[in-house]
């Protein structure tokens, strides 16, 4: 077997497009992994140059992709060699740097326009030279100095070394990022697929060239990882120090918050256009900081070609087959799917539940979920299948279900309708919208499944018995999915739009 392609671009070479990717394509499979290889394909007569950026670099060791010829460039950069290569040095600092960089936070902590002088001149700062510059910021006394005035204003009663680590912790990948921004090959056009870190060097990127940054989310990244950060386990509680009351976020859970939060509003002050995937994004967009002249809304699309066939492939009789395409994280809420076909096994004992993907990303979930299964007595009824093809288990499924408890506009809801797949979706992003409709028009096709609320397997369970007994009612809800997706969400309007959207950034 040869080794999958890894191409580089030589000196002086650029491409059309510079995607940043952070955590995604080609690494990991589905979602918007699946969207990017859709855009790079969708547009042969660009060139891509793909930055990746991971976590650590052995959770990213194989490609789930085959790369397009048309990508002509590809490297990573992984956020924890950030802090293995720091090397103290007891140096003096610069104290107008710091006294930018402690303005540029107090106006993101105010949430106040932000001053383009002082965030300039951290740019110029970071582009002349980021290891320099890094080894102020973290090492030096004048920084010293700036980090314990901060801790006696801000949090005088918390651990100082947990505010002193959360401090490092935050802003040592940021100047590795700055390091990856001088050796990127040069685009004619950037495009970052979230805010966070990849937004950032975005930013920096359109910086340092004066090329265009396209920014798309497909949810928002800020409000994802706040979930993420409630739930974390790895951050310390700092209530018990007197940083918070019982019902309050205690402080360092809201210092890391913040820091996505304004590195969302960065990228949004250097992006343009700011690509949502549905309206309620948009406006959520604009409410963190986005002009609302540069927002706009592109929804996904699905590739017909692929999905529709597969409706010929179906049995005659509707399956009792319950289906969940997605990552084995706490985002996707797999435990509520577990305890749903706990209640669906017991008023059909014949159906069972496929968790369809990965579970490499938080392996300790991942055994929590398979112990639930365990302990709710439904080992044989709740199958975990790892990665498969699409096009191998849409067919065998008789419900898409989705329990997320953040979603923006899932793929897999609408590649399940263009297979012939009605769905049971939690009530999150535009779910509601795919399900029942998102205009009068949209409407009229009819309602494609059902939407319940987050986190409730009884309400789960009883629209999936209530779909599968009924099979007119099952028929009704597979003919408006399949409509709505031929009408509204079709990989060649997508894909137009992004031609658009490209063209008009190159030309710039």
């Known amino acids: ?70 990508v002509v460039h590809l490297e990573e950069h992984y956020l924890v060699e950030a802090a293995r290569r720091q090397q103290p040095k007891a140096i003096a600092g610069d104290a107008r ?19 383009r002088g002082a965030l300039g001149a951290i740019i110029e700062r970071l582009e002349s030279d980021p ?17 314990r005035e901060r801790y006696l204003a801000y949090c005088p009663d918390l651990s100082f070394l947990e505010y002193f680590w959360t401090v490092r912790s935050t802003h040592a990948p940021l100047f590795m990022l700055a390091r990856a921004a001088k050796v990127f090959p040069p685009a004619r056009a950037y495009h970052s697929i979230s805010t966070g870190f990849a937004g950032f060097l975005g930013m920096l990127l359109a910086e340092r060239t004066g090329r265009p940054l396209v920014l798309t989310e497909h949810g928002i990244y800020s409000k994802e990882r706040k979930i993420e950060l409630l739930q974390a386990d790895w951050l310390k509680d700092d209530r018990v120090s007197g940083g918070a009351a019982p019902d309050e ?40 900081g986005a002009a609302e002249e540069r927002t706009r809304v592109i929804p996904n699309g699905i590739d017909l070609a692929r999905f529709a066939p597969l409706r010929d492939r179906r049995d005659a009789k509707v399956p009792r087959v319950l289906g969940l395409l997605g990552r084995v994280v706490p985002i996707k809420d797999i435990k509520t799917f577990i305890r749903t076909m706990r209640v669906v096994c017991s008023a059909m004992p014949d159906a069972e539940g496929w968790l369809i993907g990965p579970e490499d990303e938080d392996k300790s979930y991942a055994r929590e979920c398979h112990d639930l299964v365990a302990n709710l007595g439904l080992e044989g009824k709740v199958k975990f299948l790892g990665f498969q093809k699409p096009e191998d288990v849409l067919p065998k499924l008789g419900l898409m279900m989705l329990t997320s408890i953040s979603e923006a506009q899932p793929l897999v809801l609408l590649e399940g309708f263009a297979s012939g797949v009605p769905c049971v979706s939690s009530d999150v992003g535009c779910c509601r919208d795919l399900v029942h409709g ?71």
């Open 1 to 70: 077997m040869s080794a999958p392609r890894r191409p580089k671009l030589a000196p002086g070479q650029r491409a059309d497009v510079g995607l940043i990717l952070e955590g995604t394509y080609p690494y990991v499979s589905g979602g918007v992994s699946s969207w990017v290889h859709q855009i790079i394909r969708g547009l042969p007569e660009l060139t891509f140059s793909l930055l990746f950026i991971g976590g650590d670099s052995s959770q990213y060791e194989k490609m789930r992709y085959e790369l397009p010829p048309n």
């Open 97 to 115: 740097f710091l006294r930018q960089s402690e303005q540029l936070h107090d106006e993101l902590r105010a949430r106040a326009p932000l001053d």
């Open 438 to 508: 998102a205009a009068p028009e949209d409407r009229a096709v009819g309602v494609a499944g059902r939407v319940v609320s987050i986190a409730n397997p009884d309400a789960t369970a009883r629209a999936a018995i209530e779909l599968l007994s009924d099979e007119a009612a099952w028929r009704a809800a597979q003919q408006a999915g399949i409509e709505r997706v031929e009408r509204f969400y079709t990989l060649a309007q997508m894909i137009d739009n992004y031609r658009g959207v490209y063209g008009e950034a190159v030309s710039r």
């Open 131 to 147: 290891r320099a510059t890094q080894d102020d910021f973290l090492h030096s006394e004048t920084a010293w100095g700036a980090i």
């Open 249 to 288: 976020v205690s402080y360092i859970r809201s210092a890391w918050i913040r820091f996505f939060e304004g590195l969302g509003r960065l990228t949004y002050h250097a992006a343009s256009p700011i690509i949502a995937l549905y309206d309620g994004n948009r406006l959520r967009q604009i409410a963190d």
